[in-house]
Every structure is written in structure tokens, then in C-alpha cells.
């Protein structure tokens, strides 16, 4: 079968890495790939209204969709109606990503447990009702803000300011509807299951590391690290994240006539009350992709082909292996403000021999060498029996990359480790 990978990132490096080893792959595309991704598929630049045309030209057999944005825009819907099957929702069924306010709706209707909240168009509506959640509260930008849509504010002139940045356009168009919502309290722990709009299978657990620095200090990013699987996610808590958060959202977008096919990534907050809904993405995390596929020893190809074509009951559940996945990732100096580019990267072949798998994410080739070209670049990525073993082996990697105009940190999967300790 032919596949065309649509994104750029470490994510889909990850996936090109794992569609790669696929019995089933005839050839792989990307669109527009990375030098990472090019050693395992033809990078082709299509511009979005141009995909449609070379999948049916190229007879690609499987659209497999990385980002979140071609989804929201419909990417999936256009080439379902044209007969190629796609990896990913159709537009209405990723609002779940584009549109907390309709996510939020949707667990009202379906009773699924997630934080108290409301929806605001407009401002001072917004401040008016802030006195009714408290402090801290969550205030979120309805629509999609590259991860930087959500502010907690301590104090009531912090949150009132907040409100007016949104409204005020601080995150264009994503701002034009707020959210405002109650504050959990536990440890965020992110969930993945497949789904072909009828049948749902889990995909693993992870946990990130979202803030800048060690200890988990500093601004907060697209992703600095991350594991799996998430020990803090026991068989108990993860049938009841399928039972009651996962299953009736699935049902609930069936029943509404626009059903979900992909992967379903849940956010989640574990409290005392057990575990809450904080949010849903509509894709693979960056960088929990890359743990995941470093679990998978199937054949990807199979896998998101039966998502794809409604056949995911007739394969049975994907195993993940047990042994534990964990990223780090290198980022440029300035992240995550504007990045340092240019910047050259040596050591890649040292590292991977390491037996490591370095994915590249934003990278690319001059000459014959590699040189930073986004604010998250590499996603140095190892195996072991343990989360400590896996440090070790993803650390010794980093290590040897030679990346003078980059930073990583040094403590990826310490709550994990600390656990372990003490088991
Ligand atoms: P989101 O973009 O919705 O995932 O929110 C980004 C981050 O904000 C989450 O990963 C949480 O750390 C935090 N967050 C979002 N909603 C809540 C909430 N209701 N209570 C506590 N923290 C939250
Ligand atoms: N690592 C978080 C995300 O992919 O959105």
C-alpha cells in the first residue's frame, strides 16, 4: 500500500520511522516531511488544496494525517468524499481539538466528568461570572492557539486582565469565545485509543513534560519530554477513563451523525474524585508519538488502515510492549521564544548507535549537514525495562549530539523515577 503522511514534526517522524517497518508499505510520502523523515519517505511539498489531486494521481493507498490543523480544516473530509481513506476526523468530529466550548457541551450532554465551566462571547458576561469559580481558574481561548490558549490566573485582577487579552484578540481568532472553568486539582496523565467511529481500542498512556525547566519551572512549551507508559494510569483508572469519558464520547459523536476516526488523545486531570476530562486532541501528541511508536512493534500500516476503513473490531486490540518508551527533547537556545536557527547539529549517527532513535523535528539540511530550524528539534528517544533505565540510555544519546545552540532538560520522567524508587 501507498501512504502519504501529511506534517513536518518529530511526531511524524516518528510515524514515518514505524509506517517504515510496515510488511505493507509499497512507499512512503510526505508532505512536507523533514530530513528525518526523508530517510524513509519522498518529501513532496503539497500545498493543502493540492493533496487531493496527488493521492488520486499517485494512487496512495492511506492518508495519514499528523497535525491538527489540516483536520479542523477538513483535509479528512475532502479525501473521505473522494474515496481515499484517511487516517484522522473529518472537521465536525475534531472540533473536539478546534473548539473546547463544543468539547465542554458535548461531556455536559453525555455526562462525562470534567471540570465545571462556561462559555462567554463576550467580556464583561466573563467577569461576572468569575466570582462563581474561585481561585485559581482556568481560562481558555474557545479555538485552536498552538497550545498557548489557556491561562490560570491566581488572583481576580490577573484573571479580569486575561479575559480582556482574549477578547482583546491575544490569541487571534481562538480568543473570539472564552471559556472559564473550575480548577482540578491532581496529576495530568494523557490517554490514547483508536477509534473507527464504532469500535475503540487503547493505545497507551504517557505523561509530558510541558514546562521549560528542570523540576517543572519556567514558561510553559509544546512538550519538553515525555514517557509511556504512565504508571499513575492503572488497568483500574484506564477502564474507567474508557467507560466513562472515552466510550460516551465516541457514542455521542456517533449518534449525532458525525462520527470520530483516528486516534483520541484525552487530556486528563486524576483527581481524588477520580479521573476528569481536561481536554481532547484530535491527533497523536509532540511528543508522545514518539514514545508510542518506540512500543509498538505491530505493523502501523494494518493498524491505522482498519481505523481507516471500519475494520478495527476485526483486528483485535494493538499490543504495546511493556517495556518503557521516554523523549527528550533538544530544543534551540530562545525556545520557547523565538529561536536561534541555523544552528548546526552533529552527532546524530553517534547518538542513534548509542540505540537511541533520534527523531528530528525542527531540522533541516544544509549541504550535507543538519542545522536547527524550529524551537523544538530533536527528540532523543530510548527504551528500557525501567523509566531510570530509559533515562539513562536517552541521556548517554544526548550526550553525544553535538548541538552548541541547544538546550535540553536533564530530569525528563523524575516524578516517574521517584516512584520507582520508593516501589
Ligand atoms: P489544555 O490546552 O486545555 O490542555 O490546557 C493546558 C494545560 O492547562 C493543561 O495541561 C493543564 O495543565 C492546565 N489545565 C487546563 N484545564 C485545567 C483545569 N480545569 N484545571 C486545572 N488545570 C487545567
Ligand atoms: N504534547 C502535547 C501535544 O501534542 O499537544
Known amino acids: 500500500m501507498k501512504v502519504l503522511l501529511i506534517g513536518s514534526g518529530g511526531r511524524e517522524h516518528a510515524l514515518a520511522w514505524k509506517l517504515a517497518q510496515s510488511p505493507r508499505l509499497t ?8 530530513p528525518g523523515i526523508a530517510e524513509h519517505a519522498e518529501c513532496v511539498d503539497l500545498a493543502p488544496g493540492a493533496i487531493l489531486g496527488f493521492a488520486r494521481e499517485e494512487n496512495i493507498g492511506l492518508v495519514v494525517v499528523g497535525p491538527e490543523q489540516p483536520l479542523v480544516e477538513g483535509l479528512a473530509d475532502e479525501l473521505r468524499a473522494a474515496g ?31 471540570a465545571a465551566y462556561a462559555r462567554f462571547s463576550d467580556a464583561e458576561a466573563a467577569k461576572a461570572a468569575l466570582p462563581r469559580f474561585g481561585l485559581p481558574v482556568v481560562i481558555k481561548a474557545d479555538g485552536l492557539a498552538a497550545g498557548k490558549g489557556v491561562v490560570i ?42 477509534t473507527d467511529g464504532t469500535a475503540i481500542v487503547p493505545f497507551g498512556t504517557a505523561q509530558d513534560h510541558k514546562r521549560i525547566g528542570d523540576g517543572d519551572t519556567g514558561p510553559n512549551t509544546g512538550g519538553m519530554g515525555a514517557y509511556s507508559p504512565a504508571s499513575i494510569v492503572t488497568d483500574a ?35 481524588a474524585e477520580g479521573p476528569q476530562l481536561i481536554e481532547y486532541k484530535c491527533r497523536f501528541g509532540d ?11 505491530g505493523c502501523l500500516v494494518t493498524l491505522l488502515a482498519a481505523v481507516a476503513e471500519g475494520r478495527l473490531a476485526e483486528l483485535g486490540p494493538p499490543a504495546l510492549a511493556d517495556r518503557v518508551a521516554l523523549t527528550v527533547v533538544m ?41 536547527a530550524s524550529g524551537g523544538r528539534v530533536l527528540a532523543v528517544t530510548a527504551t528500557g525495562d525501567s523509566v531510570a533505565e530509559a533515562q539513562r540510555a536517552a541521556y548517554a544519546a544526548v550526550d553525544r549530539i553535538d548541538f552548541p545552540t541547544g538546550f535540553c532538560r536533564r530530569d525528563i520522567g523524575w516524578r516517574e523515577i521517584a516512584r520507582e524508587a520508593v516501589a
Request: charged share 20%; proline share 6%; hydrophobic share 45%.
Open 331 to 371: 530544543a534551540a537556545d530562545g525556545y520557547p521564544g523565538p529561536p536561534v536557527k541555523g544552528g548546526a547539529i552533529g552527532g546524530l549517527v553517534e547518538a542513534e548507535a548509542a540505540g537511541a532513535q533520534v527523531f528530528q523535528a525542527g531540522t533541516a539540511r544544509v549541504a550535507d549537514h543538519i542545522v
Open 153 to 194: 490566573p491566581t488572583t481576580a485582577a490577573e484573571a479580569e486582565a486575561a479575559i480582556d487579552d482574549m477578547f482583546g484578540g491575544g490569541f487571534g481568532s481562538a480568543g473570539a469565545e472564552v471559556v472559564i472553568e473550575q480548577f482540578l486539582e491532581g496529576e495530568e496523565a494523557s490517554f490514547f485509543a483508536l
Open 84 to 114: 481515499i481513506l484517511v487516517f484522522g476526523p473529518g472537521a465536525a468530529a475534531a472540533r473536539l481539538e478546534g473548539s473546547k466550548g463544543f468539547t465542554k457541551d458535548l461531556c455536559a450532554r453525555a455526562g462525562i466528568p470534567t
Open 237 to 271: 483508572i484506564a477502564e474507567e477513563v474508557m467507560a466513562r469519558i472515552i466510550r460516551p464520547t465516541v457514542d455521542t459523536l456517533a449518534a449525532d451523525g458525525t462520527p470520530y476516526s483516528g486516534v483520541l488523545y484525552a487530556g486528563l486531570m486524576l483527581t
Open 27 to 34: 512507499k512512503l510520502f510526505a508532505s512536507p516531511g523533514n
Open 287 to 297: 511528543p508522545e508519538a514518539q514514545v508510542l511508536m518506540m512500543r509498538y512493534d
